[in-house]
């Protein structure tokens, strides 16, 4: 289990996502109570959505596909068993933080992109591009973004314990933003590729460096100057330079390609974050969450489910050719991020949100049992 970075963070992470939303879900229809008196349930589902389902893919799609990006040595073995420990313990600690000392959980909660930064220095010190360094400060920020949280509700601030959590989605973004830039139109050229497409994917490196850097202007005003003017035309400049992105990577190309399409969908979804947040900057009933739902559920979650579909099938020997029922948690994840935003809309709220987490939770249900044992047995022998 222990030989590549994807084998235990898709097993934990994708068996904790339908159990997380199930108990929020639980929680937040009174059914049951889970959550701390020193934390509200919107900044504990926040948190655990942020730094244990999204942390644990993240992981493990960096451990992964860095040695294959910039030629490092891949971290297996006892290093990778230990951060896959920090990520177990940060969860215990967690759900028992009522009856621990906060700044112990704060501690072990914290620590997992502190060792994982640490442990990526070596080997980026031996690739050829120094812009994979790039990682380093935004591991460090998602390391600071959850002591900032614990800091903040150790003082009681439950405003700046939302602010922490909220650097970490715009560090996400920013994240989102670097590696859907190189994946996206790569994958997507090898799928025209695969279908006689005789053209070539171009990058332009000014709207690459554009892209990612009103990625990171978005993130600073809606932190710094959220409702401002600033604020909006941020938003507006990042929804115009990500969408000329968008428009050369040929999706409609691949619709026949789900694997692909699903990705270019997700990237739809952080066009629609970027609207709503102008849209509600600007003063229209748009509620405070929706561009952030827009992004976890609609971007990341569908990021998330192609890639993992992707890794488990060809890091383990098996043929890039997902299933019906995988092809089915794809459209339930989209369903699910529709629903959550019409939610506040509706006149039956409580129910389009619970309808909302069953199709989040069955989608990512669904590639846990589809590909979990994937993740505990040997891969198959490469052909050829």
């Known amino acids: 289990m222990f030989v590549s970075g994807f084998r235990p963070f898709y097993f934990l992470g994708t068996l904790y996502a ?13 059914l049951a109570g889970f959550s701390s008196s020193e934390i509200s349930l919107s900044q504990w589902h926040g948190h655990e959505m942020l730094f244990g389902f999204a942390a644990a893919v993240i992981s493990g799609f960096l451990l992964t596909a860095l040695p294959g990006w910039a030629a490092t040595p891949e971290i297996h073995g006892a290093k990778l068993a230990f951060l896959s420990f920090l990520w177990l313990a940060g969860r215990v600690v967690f759900w028992f933080s009522a009856q621990l000392p906060l700044p112990l959980v704060a501690i072990v909660d914290s620590s997992l992109f502190l060792f994982m930064a640490l ?3 070596p080997g980026l010190r031996q690739a050829k591009s120094k812009l994979y360094w790039a990682l380093i400060p935004i591991l460090l920020w998602f390391f600071g973004c959850n002591v900032a949280f614990y800091w903040a509700l150790a003082q009681g601030a439950s405003h700046q314990a939302d602010q ?20 996206v139109p790569s994958f997507t050229e090898t799928a025209l590729k695969a279908k006689k497409w005789q053209g070539r994917m171009t ?22 100057y959220k409702g401002s003017e600033f604020a909006i035309w941020a938003a507006l400049v990042a929804l115009v330079i990500h969408s000329f992105r968008f428009s050369r990577w040929k999706g409609l190309k691949v619709a026949d390609t789900p694997m692909v399409f699903i990705l270019h969908v997700g990237y739809a979804w952080m066009l629609g974050a ?3 947040r102008a849209l509600g900057d600007y003063g229209l009933n748009i509620p405070d969450m929706s561009h952030v739902h827009a992004y976890t559920i609609g971007a990341l979650g569908l990021m998330k489910i192609g890639l993992m579909t992707r890794v488990a099938l060809k890091h383990t ?10 092809l089915m948690a794809y459209a339930l994840i989209f369903f699910a991020a529709c629903i959550r935003l019409y939610a506040p809309y509706s006149a039956v709220e409580p129910a389009m949100m619970g309808l909302s987490s069953l199709a989040w939770a069955l989608g990512f249900g669904i590639y846990f049992f589809s590909y979990g044992r994937l993740f505990l047995v040997p891969s198959l022998p490469r052909k050829g």
């Not at 020997?317 to 995988?326: E, F, T």
């Open 18 to 30: 339908p159990l997380l939303v199930l108990i929020w879900l639980a929680e937040y229809s009174g």
């Open 119 to 121: 442990f990526f220095v």
């Open 164 to 183: 922490a959590l909220m650097a970490k989605v715009y560090g996400l973004i920013l994240l989102y933003s670097i590696v859907a830039g190189i994946l």
């Open 203 to 224: 990058i332009l490196p000014w709207l690459e460096w554009a892209a990612v850097g009103t990625a990171f202007v978005y993130g600073l005003t809606g932190l710094l």
């Open 274 to 276: 970027f609207l709503l």
């Open 317 to 326: 020997g098996r043929p890039l050719n997902p299933s019906n029922l995988v």
